[in-house]
């Protein structure tokens, strides 16, 4: 091999390893971009947070005084007493018989009428406060998982699912479905917490949705987590409805991106879990006997 020869062959391997290198350098850079757009994002998100969470501070001390002042009414407590002398005097008056009897009917009717309004506006302000205390709690569930840093740390997997159903408990009270939880116990596991957050409300999200779909149910989602028995590096979490379900086959497409069965699905909620699993060595599945026989997720997280 000439010397021309062989300065060509080197040229071609420089080239070559140039070329790598800077292949590997834009990919960190999509990288650093990307950390800094969710960086700025969540911090953001931290910010309206907590301008919400600063609103419904002074909305709260309203409601409590509002409801102070509605037990301790006077009108609610005392207006029997008030009205009673006046309805020992009515049958003495020089009114007409008729006129005596529609006023004493009305002071004997108004206390009670009066009390019940009262004790109706009670529980409705009641319930308003109770919105507003779950709201507050949302707001600070969210707030401590978006200070998280994106590295890994050991997480309990059934704090994880406790936190998703809290958040999502408004919407699923309100349909009245039943959640039963089987939680075993549970080696912590090496993972990015507010991500696997974030799957697990997903799929609380599609299992309460898709029993919409399915009114005639028993409604309820079931959430199973245990270490598998073949294997003890793996932690597996079964989140199963008595939603709609799903024929054989429909299950291929549901981790494909922009792929969505509802009106108003964006695709990307089962798109993302599968992403994230599959870049922590995990997966997910999803069964159904079929259509109207409900679904069942099933997530495998690896302990190490």
Known sequence: MTNETSHSVECDNLKAQIKQLKNELDQVTNDLLKHEYEGGMAEMSVGVLHNIGNTLTPSKIAISMLLQRLDKSPLRTHLKKILQPLENVIPDSNLPENEKQKLLKIIQILPGSLEEEYEQNILDVEKIRDKQEHIA????????????????????????????????????????????????????????????????????????????????????????????????????????????????????????????????????????????????????????????????????LPIN
């Open 137 to 300: 709690s949302i707001i600070a569930l969210h707030m401590r998982y978006s200070h998280l840093k994106v590295d890994y740390c050991e997480v309990s997997v059934s704090r994880i699912i406790d936190d998703a159903v809290s958040i999502q408990s408004e919407s699923i009270s309100k349909r009245k479905i039943e959640i039963i939880k089987e939680i075993e116990e549970i080696p912590y596991i090496k993972i990015q917490e507010s991500k696997l957050l974030q799957i697990f409300v997903n799929l609380l999200k599609n299992a309460y949705e898709s029993i919409d779909l399915n009114p005639e149910s028993n409604k309820q989602i079931c959430l199973k987590a245990y270490v598998d028995e073949n294997s003890n590096n793996q932690v597996i979490v079964k989140i199963k409805d008595t939603g709609i379900g799903f024929s054989a086959g429909a299950e291929k497409n549901f981790f494909d991106f922009g792929y969505t069965s509802k009106s108003e699905g964006s695709g990307f909620g089962l798109h993302f879990c599968a992403n994230f699993l599959k870049s922590i060595d995990g997966h997910i599945i999803a069964q159904s006997e079929g259509e109207g026989k409900g679904a069942e997720f099933t997530i495998y």
